[in-house]
């Protein structure tokens, strides 16, 4: 397989730029001239005030009625803490202790009844614990030992029966394994060995019957190819590489047939262009010109009809966004946000709105958390 090079030193400060900034042509469609992106359509509303310091991080899942925030970093370091919010009622309610270390650099994931946190990274260590929180309740319960090592920036899946964990870094080291936890055994097992090199910050999706990952970085490398991993199988196969330059920390959404990656950053800065993978057809196609500026760390998500993407940043931070309709291949900016400008925060899709908390505003090291939040309405 091939993928996008670079030198090392680069590719470091474009994966520390996707921490502390966060924080074949193509198949299937004919090029034509690029079209005026549509009207800005929807509304914003503000969210009451969190009773949680400002963070960074994607540490928010959507689990049916809440969006549940546990974890990430601010000035002072990682936190061990969370809270849920109830969009309907305009809420939040804190969570109770969780049985982990505080730590940032994890994915959260929600099985329809619980929210699994494992893996991640508390000050200089990674970690491999974890531990699940039941809304319902109203407590915590610990994992069982996992079988790979600690690590953090992976990717995490959720097939309906497992949690799939593979890849990420610890230190300069990337992960090529992964491990699946079974919450109701409580038991973990080993993945088979994957057909491509081990990386870090990297897209990852779940099709419904195999856990897609595509692009990311390692100490040397950004990467433009990916591979397919089958649960009731135990095995992978891999996809064909990109027509777009490798890079980190893409936002990426499954559309039930595509996996669609945009922006992130390569080895000549953040991007603005992206790919759509077509898992029927086994090909892919390059996305039309975004009317948005390059960037890493935006928030992003999936309507149903509409990839979602707002904030984010490249030299600076922005607070602006568009929605890239796969349906008829085009692009339309979002009306202005009432946030300012911000990068890697918590984001989740109800399925009616998209919820934005939180995330790097300003300087410092690790970046100063804004502490607000707000809604956005596609209708």
């Not at 990682?78 to 309907?88: E, I, K, L, Q, S």
């Not at 030299?315 to 929605?323: F, M, P």
Request: aromatic fraction near 10%.
């Amino acid at each position: 397989m091939q993928c996008a090079r670079s030198r090392g030193s680069s590719l470091s400060a474009v994966l520390l730029a996707a921490v502390l900034v966060l924080g074949m042509v193509g198949c299937g469609r004919e090029e034509r001239a690029d079209s005026p992106p549509s009207e800005p359509a929807g509304s914003w509303r503000a969210m009451a005030e969190s009773p949680l310091p400002g963070r960074s991080g994607r540490v928010g899942v959507w689990a049916g009625k809440e969006m549940l925030v546990w974890g990430g970093i601010g000035t002072a370091g990682p936190f061990g803490d969370g809270a849920a919010y109830d969009p309907g009622s305009d809420r939040w309610r804190v969570l109770p202790p969780a049985p982990l270390p505080a730590r940032n650099g994890h994915v959260p994931l929600w099985t329809d009844t619980e929210l699994l946190v494992w893996g991640g990274r508390s000050g200089t260590a990674d970690l491999a614990d974890g531990a699940a929180y039941s809304p319902a309740t109203d407590r915590w319960r610990p994992f069982a030992a996992s079988p790979i090592s600690p690590r953090s920036s992976m990717a995490a899946a959720w097939t309906g029966r497992e949690a799939l964990y593979w890849g990420g870094r610890s230190g300069n080291s990337f992960f090529a394994d992964g491990a699946a936890y079974n919450p109701t055994s409580n038991s973990w097992r080993r993945l088979a060995p994957s057909p491509i090199a081990g990386r870090a910050t990297f897209s990852a999706a779940w099709t419904g019957e195999e856990m897609l990952v595509w692009g990311g970085g390692s100490a040397s490398d950004f990467f433009a190819d990916g591979a397919a991993y089958n649960p009731a199988k135990d095995t992978w196969r891999p996809i064909p590489p990109a027509p777009v330059a490798g890079r980190v920390g893409a936002a990426t959404v499954w559309t039930g047939r595509e996996l669609v990656v945009w922006g992130g950053g390569g080895g000549d800065g953040h991007l603005a262009d992206g790919a759509a993978y077509d898992l029927v057809a086994g090909t892919w196609r390059v996305l039309p010109p975004a009317p948005i500026s390059p960037r890493g760390g935006r928030s992003s998500a999936w309507t149903g009809q509409k990839m979602l993407i707002w904030g984010g940043g490249d030299r600076e931070r922005v607070n602006d966004g568009a929605a890239y309709s796969p349906a008829n291949d085009k692009w339309e900016l979002l009306p202005a946000s009432p946030l300012q400008p911000r990068s890697n925060g918590s984001v989740a899709w109800t399925g009616e709105r998209l919820l934005l908390w939180s995330g790097q505003a300003g300087g410092g090291s690790p970046p100063e958390s804004a502490p607000d939040g707000a809604s956005f309405s596609p209708q």
